[in-house]
């Protein structure tokens, strides 16, 4: 379960979640203080730790269009953010799945700012509205990539299930 914190519109651009003029900085561990730097309440409560983990930000379609950053992935992560869209942009999905962002598609979703919401296999259920949404699930094994941690978490843990030769 988790509360919105974050109500967003359609074509969130990778540039809105993450600025191109901080590109010099790409390690995931200093990324995510550029998390939606220019709405900037937002970002300082990021930054103050008021928004706590597993916390939800909505989005109507295509999150994350744009650029193909990662950091646009790796900087919503630092924060530990449940993205939940109507849909997302093709290069932020594969990004989201290789670094392990939590995120659900979800094409009828609707909520505000303050709701909690609940996640269930197939469904997100609105708990403040009391109205169910059907989720498309991604395939088990790109599921299973995000379940890891990601694609880098994946492939060790693959290669210590190999038999030794």
């Known amino acids: 379960m988790g509360k919105v914190v974050l109500k967003l519109g359609k074509d969130i651009s990778t540039d809105d979640i993450y600025p191109g003029r901080f590109m010099a900085t790409v390690l995931p561990t200093e990324t995510p203080q550029f998390c939606f730097n220019d709405r900037t309440e937002f970002n300082a409560q990021l930054k103050a730790k008021a928004i706590p983990a597993g916390s939800v930000v909505v989005a109507d379609e295509n999150f994350g269009c744009g650029s193909s950053r990662e950091q646009a992935v790796s900087t919503i992560r630092g924060h530990d953010l449940v993205i939940v869209a109507r849909s997302i942009a093709r290069i932020f999905l594969q990004n989201a799945i290789n ?24 469904k997100v259920r609105n708990r403040t ?37």
């Open 99 to 122: 670094l392990g962002l939590n995120l659900v598609i979800c094409p009828t979703i609707e909520a505000e700012a303050g709701d909690e919401l609940e996640f269930d296999p197939g």
């Open 129 to 165: 509205s009391g109205k169910e949404f059907a989720t498309e699930p991604l395939p088990p094994a790109r599921q299973a990539i995000v379940d890891a941690g990601g694609l880098i978490p994946y492939t060790r843990k693959k290669l210590l299930e190999l038999p030794a030769r």
